[in-house]
């Protein structure tokens, strides 16, 4: 009892420190298309959160059915990794981390990070598509030049023509 009320916490102490901004890269369209190693447009169709391997970090994998495949070759379902999620009584929230809803359409700039499929730039490279357009969000982050993100709004058509076209330059 007394180390998982330790564990809580010390999760408690770092959580409280990242809720306000999570510093990371500013990314713009040719970054993270450069940076993806593949990018994707499905849906969410699930979920499953549980501990580390080390027990140290709570994760959350994200089920995707791939819709289209922009650059690379996913395929027809993948999983999609963050750091986060609620076990119990026990929460684990990383500022700035992308989050998924069930029914959910995405754009996905995916990169691998060790044995986990991730997200390019955290928020920055997950595109939610809402009628027809598509939308990212830089909440909970922040860049080491300290100004502001400027997050992307625009028709999915366009959004997918000019990927294509940094992927062919």
Known sequence: MIRKLTYILCLLFFTAQWSHATSVERLGLEDLTKKARSIVIGRVTGSRTYWSPDKKYILTDYTIAVAENVK??????????????????????????????????????????????????????????????????????????????????????????????????
């Open 72 to 169: 690379g070759r996913a395929p027809g379902t993948i999983s999609v990794t963050t750091i986060g999620g609620r076990i119990g009584d026990v929460e684990l929230y990383v500022s700035g981390m992308p989050f998924f809803e069930r029914g959910e359409n995405a754009v996905l700039f995916i990169e691998q990070s060790s044995a986990y499929q991730t997200v390019v730039g955290l928020r920055q490279g997950k595109f939610t598509i809402t009628n027809g357009e598509v939308a990212n969000s830089v909440d909970g982050l922040s860049f080491p030049d300290g100004r502001p993100g400027n997050p992307v709004k625009m028709p999915l058509e366009t959004f997918k023509s000019r990927i294509r076209n940094l992927i062919n330059r």
